[in-house]
């Protein structure tokens, strides 16, 4: 969501001294109150389930990163956790962010301390609640503070007040709580009738996934929430509203910034919030473009906020990842659907990742979809690379055999000894790790692209018979994909660019073509140095007619 203080820029559309504000200026903080926008129908809910029934539920808010969860949870503290409950209690607002805590006590302790404050603020019963208050903080085991922090909250509750606690980035509980007893103390504290805090989270996983991944044993707390209030992207009305609160939108602008946004965006609001506030720090400046002039504006905004749009893409993959669902992001975007479901599909959409399209799904924004298709497309690289690298040891290592012999190893030992030593200790700390598991391979497996250039190069005249072609066509090509192999191979965009990767492609498919049919199997790579980058996806086998066809092609 966006956070909007009205900061004054020195100068506005009017002339020097005409302070305009800039109502996205502070985008990525949470907001609440006039500076919220959107967002009608989980306002709803959650006042409805927390606030305006006469049992206050707990409710779960659940969204990918930057969304505005913390936003919501704000707006709705802010503005319902006020004056008296249907059952006529006192609202005790509290916050905690519970990425600050750093043990399974100190959240409740925050708790309590956040409680007593606010009844010493408001000079209601804090004296009553001092003498537990002060047992409390003695308290130094688990199960002699969880009896004191009860005990508080029930003589608080019998004293008619009604505690609401957000407990903001609830994902860092899994780090924090590493059994289930602190899941089951908090799940106490909301669901009985003595005590009843009503509890509002915010996660970028659902609470199952939390637990699961906090603890192996088993715990009842997600199933006092009920459904997840999840938040995606905003929808145009939403959209509208933002663009709304602009001092420069007029209707000549508010239609064509609408599309731009929604198409950058797609509604995202801190993606959003961020473009607007750099337009509008601009035309603080400048003052507001005439229509001829925005298309250029708005292109200098993107690339202002470039890298800002890269990371967010970051991070939602990086949840993805965590989750183990990019594979079948990728499948419902590029198929083939292998073990993508309907209801994966569903889900995305409604996290705001994805949305229907013409031809069934696409990211949530024209950005996020060529992001990932250059994911997709750097994981078909790499496994073209993978078994050019193969093949290419293998063609040699027959090449070699029909120059040398069998001894063709000693022959390279005596002409380049230093690289073919090297290969043998990337082999030998291969070996020291894996022991018996280990495969027996040849040390040219554990050769890089500039190694294999080099034998090449040192062997062409004994070679050309077998592998052909010409020594500076060979040299060309080798250079060019271990030049292209190493950023790659580290998930680095530097070092790249999409025509330097074409003839990546190109030159793959070449040294394919050229290379002669291995008399022994192939061998395949088992250093760290020749696997697909950790984390990287498709990174598996390439279907071996798929890649025939492209080289024969």
């Known amino acids: 969501m966006v956070a909007a203080p009205m900061g004054v820029n020195a100068a506005g559309p009017d002339g020097p001294g005409n302070p305009v504000g800039n109502p996205y200026a502070g985008y990525g903080s949470p907001v609440a109150g006039p500076e919220f926008v959107g967002r009608t129908a989980a306002v709803s809910s959650i006042r409805n389930r927390t606030f305006a029934s006469l049992e206050t539920a707990s409710v779960s808010i659940v969204g990918p990163p930057r969304v505005g969860k913390s936003s919501l949870a704000r707006h709705v503290h802010d503005r319902f956790a006020t004056g008296l409950s249907v059952r006529g209690l006192t609202f005790v607002p509290v916050w905690i962010t519970v990425s600050g805590c750093d043990s399974e006590?100190?959240?409740?302790?925050?708790?309590?301390?956040?409680?007593?404050?606010?009844?010493s603020e408001h000079g209601a019963h804090a004296d009553r609640l001092e003498p537990l208050y002060a047992s409390l903080s003695a308290a130094g085991s688990w199960d002699d503070m969880r009896m004191q922090l009860r005990t508080y909250l029930r003589r608080l509750r019998r004293l008619g007040y009604q505690v609401v606690a957000v407990l903001d980035e609830f994902d860092a509980a899994r780090n924090i709580f590493r059994r289930s007893a602190p899941y089951e103390f908090l799940r106490a504290l909301a669901y009985?009738?003595?005590?009843?805090?009503?509890?509002?989270?915010?996660?970028?996983?659902?609470?199952?996934?939390?637990v699961v991944r906090s603890t192996p044993e088993l715990s009842t707390f997600p199933q006092i929430f009920g459904l997840p209030v999840v938040l995606g992207c905003f929808d145009t009305r939403e959209l509208t509203a933002l663009v709304a609160r602009s001092p420069h939108i007029d209707a000549d602008l508010e239609q064509p910034l609408l599309a731009w946004l929604g198409r950058e965006t797609g509604g995202q609001p801190f993606l959003a919030s961020a473009l607007l506030s750099v337009l509008h720090d601009r035309w603080a400046i400048h003052g507001v473009p005439r229509p001829a002039e925005l298309p250029r504006h708005l292109g200098e905004a993107v690339a202002t906020c470039s890298e800002l749009t890269v990371r967010h893409h970051e991070q939602m993959l990086e949840l993805l990842r965590d989750e183990d669902r990019l594979r079948i992001l990728l499948e419902v975007l590029f198929g083939p659907q292998v073990t993508a479901r309907p209801q994966d599909a569903e889900r995305l959409a409604r996290e705001g990742i994805i949305r229907p399209s013409a031809d069934g799904w696409a990211g949530f924004s024209?950005?996020?979809?060529?992001?990932?298709?250059?994911?997709?497309?750097?994981?078909?690289?790499?496994?073209?690379?993978?078994?050019?690298?193969?093949?290419?040891?293998?063609?040699?290592?027959?090449?070699?055999r029909a120059a040398y012999g069998?001894?063709?190893?000693?022959?390279?030992?005596?002409?380049?000894?230093?690289l073919i030593e090297e290969c043998e200790n990337r082999q030998e700390r291969v070996r020291r790790g894996f022991g018996e598991l280990a495969a027996d391979e040849s040390p040219l497996d554990y050769a890089y692209p500039h190694d294999l250039l080099a034998i090449i190069m040192m062997h062409w005249e004994q070679l050309r018979p077998t592998l052909g072609h010409s020594k500076?066509?060979?040299?060309?090509?080798?250079?060019?994909?271990?030049?292209?192999?190493?950023?790659?191979?580290?998930?680095?965009r530097s070092g790249t660019s999409p025509l330097l990767m074409e003839q990546f492609r190109q030159y793959c498919r070449d040294?394919?073509?050229?290379?002669?049919?291995?008399?022994d199997p192939e061998p395949s790579p088992v250093s760290s140095e020749h696997r697909?980058?950790?984390?990287?996806?498709?990174?598996?086998?390439?279907?071996?007619?798929t890649v025939d066809a492209g080289v024969q092609g």
């Open 472 to 492: 500076d066509g060979w040299q060309e090509r080798l250079q060019l994909i271990a030049r292209v192999r190493t950023p790659m191979a580290h998930n680095r």
């Open 532 to 545: 697909a980058p950790v984390g990287d996806v498709g990174a598996g086998p390439v279907d071996q007619g």
């Open 366 to 400: 024209e950005s996020f979809q060529e992001y990932l298709g250059l994911l997709e497309r750097r994981s078909d690289d790499w496994s073209l690379w993978q078994l050019t690298e193969t093949r290419l040891r293998a063609g040699l290592t027959t090449a070699l």
């Open 192 to 210: 009985e009738p003595d005590v009843r805090v009503a509890l509002i989270t915010t996660s970028r996983r659902g609470l199952a996934e939390i």
């Open 511 to 519: 040294v394919l073509r050229w290379l002669p049919r291995p008399a």
């Open 406 to 418: 069998d001894l063709w190893l000693v022959k390279l030992k005596e002409c380049q000894k230093r």
């Open 105 to 119: 006590q100190s959240l409740f302790r925050e708790l309590a301390y956040a409680v007593q404050t606010w009844m």
